[in-house]
């Protein structure tokens, strides 16, 4: 009998554990929207910065960064050819398009859910956390003491988990 007991304990533990993963993932995608949304921000500016010299500028700075050294750096030199350095940009720059892409998704992907909130309260505490505003200010704004927006953003949190990831915690549940 305390072998079944144990057997439904663990049981119980697995089927929470993929509701607890999304909370916790919801947690921290509220913590870092500020620095996300401003990451984005950083690398269009960067990119349209880049985009206002002509190309050569450009491909002097690469080349500038391959010296070489002894006999090599007496013979010609191929046109046209892709350096270690020209390649090692291009990683950087499709690194770096690759984690705005994914900062984007996951931005978009949380303001649509906070947008869907139903209780007005809850909008509110996830909008002032998503601005960057520390719990006192919310509560200010709220005129509720911090251990309330505690329990609004618990509350919000659970939410905002199971529509983010609703799929994934039923796919956990089933497994």
Avoid: F
């Amino acid at each position: 009998m305390a072998q079944e007991e144990a057997y439904q304990e663990q049981l119980a533990w697995c089927e929470l554990e993929p509701a607890l993963e999304a909370i916790q993932r919801v947690e921290q995608d509220l913590r870092d929207y500020h620095w996300m949304a401003k990451e984005i921000q950083d690398i269009q500016h960067w990119d349209k910065h880049q985009k206002q010299y002509p190309r050569e500028v450009w491909e002097s700075l690469v080349g500038a960064g391959t010296a070489q050294y002894g006999i090599e750096a007496s013979l010609p030199k191929a046109k046209g050819v892709n350096s270690d350095a020209t390649y090692r940009e291009a990683q950087k720059l499709l690194r770096k398009w690759e984690r705005m892409k994914r900062y984007e998704r996951k931005v978009k992907k949380l303001e649509a859910s906070v947008a869907t909130l139903q209780d007005e309260r809850e909008r509110a505490v996830a909008e002032g956390i998503l601005d960057g505003l520390k719990m006192y200010e919310i509560a200010q704004q709220l005129d509720v003491t911090r251990q309330t927006v505690d329990r609004i953003r618990r509350s919000m949190i659970r939410n905002l988990a199971w529509d983010m990831y609703e799929d994934e915690v039923r796919k956990g549940l089933s497994a």
